[in-house]
């Protein structure tokens, strides 16, 4: 009996441990295989490209990143508010909030109001006046002394007379009876009211001026005037004693002035003041417009990098969180096998030292995962209290690849890249006012002719306003002046060199703009062939660490390896997967400064975040329209 128990508990104490070996073997073979199934998962949501498995791909992400946060009970952040953002959102909100950007749109409305000005004046300008004038004369008279020669008697003329010292017009004056020689008191008439009354004048005036190109100037001016000019003696009063006064009643005249000024060629004025001020008006508002295009692309850019941060930092994490539970899992399995003594303390002592190190690998990306939606947030203009911002729609941009020669990315970027067309801007104003300092150090030689045809009513006018307008093609009169005016002045010399200087300054400002934009698209586009190769690298050593990987998981499940060789290949598939998606980041990033550099990242922006082909289909249409001018991409 002793010996058949002791047989028999021989035989269960060595039963025992291969029944917990296989059970073991089994579950860690099972786990493994999900494990499989999962990196297989995740493989293919970095390889496909099919709207349906990014939508899903990303979705799970996010889904995971929330309940992992939700677990660990980060104090950190208080009831955080998840926020999904797509590049096209995130966009959106950034340019609405930027201030810099309101900034310039108030000075691009400024600029066309300013061209708007210049414009006017040379549009034409009407003048309409009505005048009335009333003179009056009233009578007046003054008594005073006023001295007489005295009247004697002349035989001859058998009268009493006053004869002048000089023979003149009057040779004598009679008198009744002889007067001394003296100073009489004597009534004058100090003003005189004139028998025809008051003098009334009414004026029509109508007058349109017009600015015109190169310094000429035209002007016409019709005046009509009500006014009664000749009186004559009517005799139909019924009093013989009185004398009426009246006119022919005709008081209508009409009078037709026109001028015009046209300068010498080569002269002063041909570089008059509102020629230039419509030309720089014009400049300013391409400069507002290329100044506003480029805030808008570094907004856009700014916000491009932090978005692509976000996205790297949150698959990161993700990625770092399935590593740090599949380590656990190993662990526990470890610990399992290890109390079994299947395997050593060294072996023990590596899956706890990589579980150790995969940990404060998560820590570190949860940090930069915060830090990536700070990030964004600040640039949004949100704020970071309880914000945490998840990205969504991004893996089918992320996969895109665009190939473009340098000959074409220079050229893109020498006719749209907002600095250059600054340059080109500035330097064109300077070389307006290169022209004018020029024009007006030029003599000033400028032939004007003056022709005035009117009507007169010195004793005729018209009866009417009707009658006088229509017979000015008739005219009483005609005046015609013609002038031919010289002038200069010798103080402008020194503006024009100073001016000439500052053109050749900005000359050169333009080209070291121009050779500094195509430095750094080509250093940008040789980033980008490098990056795209680099992708194709990370692929396909993605792929080979995950078919190594699944090889040394069926090795291990023969026990022809030990679980610190699989925790190695388990981290140098991590790594791979990490190389991958921050190398495609990067290439993202790099394509979007290329973009910037162009000054097609507003009107590329449009198209590439268009959540629909009818969305696509709007932008064309408003495109079309010239309902856009900075996020066209179908121009």
Known sequence: ????????????????????????????????????????????????????????????????????????????????????????????????????????????????????????????????????????????????????????????????VWAPDEKGPIDYLGYDQPKPEGYYQTTLTANQEPVTGPTRVWAYNVSVSQELKRGKNFNITYETIYQDTFYVNHGDTDIDELISFGSYEKPWISVIDGSIVVPLPFTKRRYSDPDLSLELAGINDKKAYWSLLKIINSVLLQVDYAFWDLTGSVRNLYMTVITTKEVENLRARTEKLFRSRRIAVYNKAQIESELTRTKRSEEKAWNQYIKASNNLNNLLGRGIDNNLLLPKSYLTSLMETEERTLEEAVQR?????????????????????????????????????????????????????????????????????????????????????????????????????????????????????????????????LALEHRAYKRALRLQASRRITEAEIMIKRGDLFRSRQNLINTRIAKKKAEAGLMALQGELAERYGKETSPSDFDLYRLHNLSEKKSMFFFSAFR
């Open 413 to 541: 970027g020498i006719s749209k890249n907002p600095d250059i067309n600054l340059a080109r801007m500035d330097r064109l104003f300077f070389k307006k006012t290169l022209y004018q300092k020029i024009g007006r150090a030029r003599p000033d030689i400028y032939f004007k002719t003056r022709l005035s045809a009117g009507q007169s009513n010195s004793l005729f006018g018209f009866d009417s306003l009707y009658e006088s307008a229509k017979h000015i093609s008739n005219p009483d009169y005609i005046n015609q002046d013609y002038s031919l005016t010289y002038s200069l002045d010798m103080s402008d010399s020194a503006a024009r060199d100073m001016a000439y200087h500052q053109d050749v300054q900005r000359e050169y400002i333009v080209k070291d703009t121009e050779n500094r934009i195509i430095r750094e698209i080509n250093d940008s586009l040789s980033d980008i062939t490098i990056l795209n190769s680099r992708v194709k690298i990370a692929e396909r050593n």
């Open 1 to 160: 009996m002793v010996s058949v128990s002791i047989s028999i508990f021989i035989k269960i104490t060595i039963f025992i441990p291969f029944i917990i070996f296989i059970s073991s073997f089994s579950s860690f073979a099972s786990t493994d295989n999900s494990d499989t199934n999962k990196d297989e998962e995740i493989v293919a949501s970095e390889f496909l490209i099919t709207t349906a498995g990014n939508m899903e791909s990303e979705e799970e992400i996010n889904r995971s990143v929330i309940d992992e946060f939700n677990k660990r009970g980060y104090t950190f952040i208080k009831n955080p508010e998840w926020v999904s953002m797509t590049r096209r959102s995130a966009a959106l909100e950034a340019l609405k909030k930027n201030l810099t950007i309101s900034q310039e749109l108030v000075g691009r409305m400024l600029a066309k109001t300013a061209l708007i000005e210049a414009d006017a004046v040379f549009d034409p300008v009407l003048n309409i006046s009505v005048e009335y004038s009333h003179a009056d004369s009233f009578d007046r008279t003054e008594k005073d002394l006023k001295y007489s020669k005295g009247a004697y008697y002349d035989p001859e003329l058998d009268s009493y």
